[in-house]
């Protein structure tokens, strides 16, 4: 999966050993933003003490394992959206896309959401909203589980509680600061 640059999208998607992969960014019918909005511009720390920067153009991640850091712009591969007071993250994956929700909480922290489709109960109620695919390995084991949702199925898995918190970056230096 290409532009895997948070660290803990990147643990979430390691913990799981099955994916949640969208057709198309989300939501379908939201436009994408040029820059990423000043309210979420800064630099943060996670539980791991992990580092993200955000600026008007991308991302960067720097973990304490490694000294140089990920980056990554907005671009085709790496699409935000508005969404609800919140902003939809869609990375492109190898054949979907993979989509989190970041919210900012009143004191400046970032909050990241997604859906853990290893637990059957939520695969139950995300199917009871849209239609959802399973793709196997040659072994039969579900690797990835596919959906295409309308705008209105979206707003159904996020109001059904679907998306649940993954992390939380905690804001050190407001962009203002630099």
Known sequence: MKNLFFGIILAIAASSCVTLE????QPADAADLSSI????????????NDTLMVDEHGFAYRSEMSPVASEAG??????????????????????????YLIC????????????????????DKLKSITKVVAETDDSGNVTTY???PTEKEFDQMFE??????????????PEDDK
Request: glycine share 12%; charged share 30%; with cysteine.
């Open 104 to 123: 900012r909480e009143t004191n400046g922290d970032l909050l990241l959401y997604g859906i853990d489709v290893e637990e059957e109960a939520v695969r």
């Open 160 to 173: 059904a509680g679907l998306f649940e918190k993954g992390g939380k970056f905690r804001r050190i230096v």
């Open 37 to 48: 909005p000043y309210q979420l511009q800064g630099t943060y720390l996670d539980e791991d």
């Open 74 to 99: 907005l671009s085709d591969t790496l699409i935000l959206r508005p969404y609800k007071g919140c902003y939809s993250v869609n990375i492109a994956g190898d054949n979907g896309w993979l989509v």
């Open 146 to 148: 596919r959906i295409n």
């Open 22 to 25: 969208y057709e198309n960014p």
